[in-house]
C-alpha cells in the first residue's frame, strides 16, 4: 500500500451504514468515512478530496474531509469563521452553543469551532460577548 497517513487523495463516497460512509479512494482503495468526520450533506456517487486519518493493522483505511494535524485544521477552522465574521461583522454563536447550531452555522464540530474561536482570542482577532463573537475592528 502507497498511502500514508495525512495524505491528500481523491475520494467517491459510497454506501451509508451505521459506522458513515463507505468509500473509494484514488480508485483503488476501499474506506470508511465515520458519521462524525461529516458536516455537510454527501451523497453515493460524490467526489471529494480527503485525508488518510489512519491506515489500520487490518490495513482498513479510516479517511476525514479535513486535513490531518493539529494546525491543519486549526487554520481551516479559523479561516471558516474570520469569513463568517467578515461577511456579518458578529456570529451569534458561544462557546456555550449547541452543537448542532455550531455544526449548522459553520458545518464543523463544537470542539474544533472551541479550538478555532480559542485561538483568535489568543491573536486578538475576536470579541467573546456573552452572546455572541464580534471581529476586532
Not at 4 to 18: A, F, P, Q, R, T
Not at 112 to 128: N, P, T, V, W
Amino acid at each position: 500500500m502507497d498511502l500514508k497517513e495525512g495524505d491528500k487523495v481523491d475520494l467517491v463516497i459510497g454506501v451509508k451504514s451505521m459506522l458513515g460512509y463507505s468509500v473509494l479512494i484514488d480508485e483503488t482503495y476501499e474506506g470508511l468515512l465515520y458519521n462524525d468526520d461529516v458536516f455537510s450533506d454527501i451523497e453515493e456517487g460524490m467526489k471529494m478530496v480527503g485525508y488518510i486519518k489512519k491506515i489500520r493493522e487490518d490495513e482498513k483505511i479510516d479517511v476525514s474531509l479535513r486535513p490531518q494535524g493539529f494546525r491543519n485544521v486549526i487554520d481551516s477552522d479559523t479561516e471558516v469563521i474570520l469569513n463568517k465574521l467578515e461577511e456579518k461583522g458578529f456570529l451569534l454563536l458561544t462557546d456555550k452553543s449547541s452543537p448542532e447550531a455550531i455544526k449548522f452555522h459553520l458545518q464543523m464540530s463544537k470542539k474544533a469551532f472551541k479550538r478555532a474561536i480559542g485561538s483568535l482570542y489568543k491573536d486578538k482577532k475576536i470579541i467573546l460577548k456573552e452572546d455572541r463573537i464580534e471581529l476586532v475592528q
